[in-house]
């Protein structure tokens, strides 16, 4: 079967589909359920509908856009990824997922490929934890990863309810139907950036995923004691921000000590309260991400974490308190998906190299409930989230040519 992308129409669509953006170019800035956000969804569906794809919505918002496969019984293959971005990210971190997945469907009917089993193209709503400060929001509740519940009681920074956002934005569903029923997807296969160098580094265009890192993120709350900063003598001090940098310079010291170059830590945010120069520190906000792609040794460094968190605060006189957001398990790539990738770029004579996600994508919850997979294409620098993040039209090419001859096999 002779399969022929057309490369400049998906480079088009990702080019417009950037222009849909609260930031100005280059930069990309889509936060979920804004108007910029439902914005872009429109626009993917008019993109899906000219393809010919039946199009659905969940309660949440995930789209999913079909392609009705010979036996309408039989379980879906699926694929796509987000369209959500950071605040100051760039084009590429998930739409290529998303717009090669719809280019890959379009090549398969072009081809005059028909499948057995219907293909689905998903959208997932809010990967990114940028409102809710919980990431994969949309798979989560569609693979039982995040109950109902726990989703009603999701706030944004404003204080507004994921319950109040989405009906506001025109999802008026219940949360209880999202879940998807067991046996909806015989497999699911994600294309990505890597988001990371080494495809670059090591010249390799593709990289097929075995494992995908597990997730955790706190929430540390420090209270120390106030005052002016000539009027407290240093003996008497219990400044909440330099207990806060000796807990931040811990975690750093303890993942880089765990044995592993897959254990990695992160504290992204640090508020400090009341923030003026000539006053002493009396509350600091960290927020935490600790991820691996082994279990236990990521749990192991949160029991490190809370170790350090008590003698610090026994130290300097603050109290210290952790919030669980989330901590999640590691996924591990189906073998029948991985296989079916490596065929797929045997077939077209391209290399691959095995690796391991250490961010963390859909695909992780997706895994949960179908045989899943992921593909990578290199992304310069291995810069990711931010406006000079980019992807060469071949790499972009080269993954969804692949993806697409994996979707036929699997789907025959």
Known sequence: MNLELNKHRLMSEIE??????DAEAPAVTRIVFTPTDLRARAWLMARCEEAGLAIRQDAIGNIFARWHG???NAAAVGTGSHIDAIPNAGKYDGVVGVLGGLEAIRLLRQSGFTPKRSIELILFTSEEPTRFGIGCLGSRLLSGG???????RLTDKDGASLEQVRRTAGFQGELETVKLPAGHYQAFVELHIEQGPMLEQKQIPLGIVS???????????IEGAGGHAGGVLMPDRRDAL?????LILSIEHQAKASGSIDTVATVGICEVFPGAVNSIPSRVHLS????????RRRDSLIAALEASSHAIAVNRGVTIRQELVNADAPGDCAANIVEALSESCRKHGLTFLDMV?????????MSRIAPAGMLFIPCRNGYSHRPDEYASPEDIARGTLVLAETLRSLAS
Do not use: M, N
Not at 146 to 152: I, M, N, R, T, V
Not at 211 to 221: D, G, L, M, N, T
């Open 16 to 21: 417009e589909l950037a222009l849909i953006s």
């Open 70 to 72: 010979q036996d309408g």
């Open 146 to 152: 995040l109950s109902p519940d726990a989703g009603k």
């Open 211 to 221: 494992k995908i890192a597990a997730p955790s993120s706190f929430r540390i709350f």
């Open 242 to 246: 330099c207990a806060a940098s000796e």
């Open 288 to 295: 935490v991400d600790i991820r691996d792609t082994d279990l």
């Open 357 to 365: 996600s250490r961010a963390y994508h859909d695909s992780l919850f």
